[in-house]
């Protein structure tokens, strides 16, 4: 919806991404700086800045109904992954379209719920 929204220019493939699930709601990609074997980020293809934006029912369904269809795509569906939704500055969100991550790979650790760079 934004013109300067990365997300936004990804879900209307003016950006380039590795696609892993799409559907008419949201659009799953590899993230471009992977935290783990397993790094996917899924967008709903309409703009919302995060979780408290609003969001209609039927993008918040489809977003959470895309997560395990993100983990069997990458193979992660039996040895575990991690959901996370970075909202607003204490979580560290750069990137103000509403997304989650999708992670896993290898072990994780207990407690962190966002990997860190060098974990
Ligand atoms: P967050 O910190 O939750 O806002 O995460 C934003 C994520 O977007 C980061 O993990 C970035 O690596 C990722 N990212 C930023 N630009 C791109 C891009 N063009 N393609 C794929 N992932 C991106
Ligand atoms: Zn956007």
Redesign the pocket.
Known sequence: MTDEC??CM?ANGE?P?TAVYEDETVFA???????APV?V?IVPRAHHSDISDDVPDDVLLALMRAVPKVAAAKGVAASGYRV???TGED??????HL?V?VIGGRPLGEGMVRPMEGE
């Open positions: 990365v997300f990804i950006i991404a990609f590899d993230d471009i700086a992977p935290q790094h980020l996370i939704a970075n979580a560290g969100q750069t990137v103000h997304h991550h």
